[in-house]
């Protein structure tokens, strides 16, 4: 038994379910809302990214660090317990870590777009974190890892 179109809040006909010959079901696309998808789905693209934009390590760092620590760790500990946690959350491939004169940056980004970046700085007890966000939306689960090392 065929079902009903699936229609978008307009009211307009957008997809309906057929059955091929195993009985599987398919949606397929009415032709005249193709368009109009592909349309919605760049401008929608378009408008993300004009509202992020693409933000470098510097750029984060303009303002004030969303999060900053002092910890009694040494700085190469905090750095190595971050980078790790970030690891297992899913995030290597996205990672770029160096040493710096004055301790460690983290940097955490994706198709040249920086999501966050993580300065451990060396100090003469211990060391300072600064979490910086970049063109990224939430970060929970990144800063809760930046708490948890220090």
Request: charged share 15%.
């Amino acid at each position: 038994m065929p079902l009903p179109p699936r229609r978008d809040p307009s009211g307009l006909a957008v997809a309906r379910v057929v059955y091929n010959e195993q009985g599987m079901p398919h949606l397929i696309h009415h032709p005249s809302t193709k368009p109009m998808l592909t349309r919605t789905l760049l401008a929608s693209i378009l408008a993300c990214a004009l509202v992020v934009g693409c933000a470098t390590p510097q750029s984060a760092r303009t303002g004030p660090p969303a999060y900053t620590s002092t910890s009694a760790k040494p700085a190469v500990e905090v750095f190595e317990c971050i980078a790790n946690a970030w690891e297992a959350q899913g995030h290597a491939s996205e990672m770029n870590t160096r040493p710096t004169s004055v301790g460690y940056t983290l940097t955490l980004a994706r198709i040249a777009n920086t999501l966050a970046v993580v300065d451990v700085l060396k100090a003469e007890t211990g060391s300072t974190t600064n979490l910086y966000w970049g063109s990224i939306l939430g970060g929970g689960e990144l800063k809760d890892a930046v708490q948890h090392c220090q």
